[in-house]
């Protein structure tokens, strides 16, 4: 357990650095997916907070004001941090006004159904058995916009 809590340690504070890094630099992402895996997907998947650093908060929404947007980023991307969402406890999203088809998306959802972390569910992918609560990703890439999906459920493994 002590080995465990030292890792996790470690792993948290190397990924804060990380992205203390990438902020502090003026990094941005380069497409959609990108941003949403630095500032959704990885975080969520360490059991931390969406990373809103650099974004400029846009003013609450009063029909949904558990509902945050932040940017839009150099590239008009907008992140989204919704604290009640209709499914789950809390998700992360970012919203592209453009599709943005990524291949490094298809990359990751390739690797991660091959090595059984996460499982088909619907228009969602969630994960399986190794993170508690469970998580579930969706990507949506139409003709006019792209948005990528993290929840956080209440699903135990």
């Not at 990524?102 to 569910?121: H, M, N």
């Not at 993170?131 to 990703?137: K, L, T, W």
Request: proline fraction near 4%.
């Amino acid at each position: 357990m002590l080995t465990w809590v030292l890792r996790m340690i470690k792993h948290r504070f190397f990924v804060a650095v990380l992205a203390f890094a990438a902020v502090a630099g003026g990094a941005q992402a380069d497409t959609a997916w990108e941003m949403f895996v630095a500032r959704c997907l990885d975080p969520f998947e360490h059991q931390s907070v969406a990373i809103v650093d650099g974004l400029a908060a846009q003013p609450i929404d009063q029909m949904h004001e558990a509902r945050r947007a932040f940017g839009p980023n150099a590239d008009g991307y907008v992140l989204v941090v919704d604290k009640a969402p209709s499914v789950g406890e809390r998700a992360c999203g970012v919203e592209a006004a453009t599709a943005d088809p990524s291949t490094a998306e298809r990359a990751w959802r390739y690797a991660q159904l091959s090595a059984g972390r996460y499982v088909p569910e619907g228009d969602w992918l969630v994960s399986n058995e190794w993170i508690e609560p469970r998580v579930m990703v969706r990507s949506d890439v139409s003709g006019v916009r792209a948005s990528y999906w993290i929840v956080e459920t209440d699903l135990e493994s």
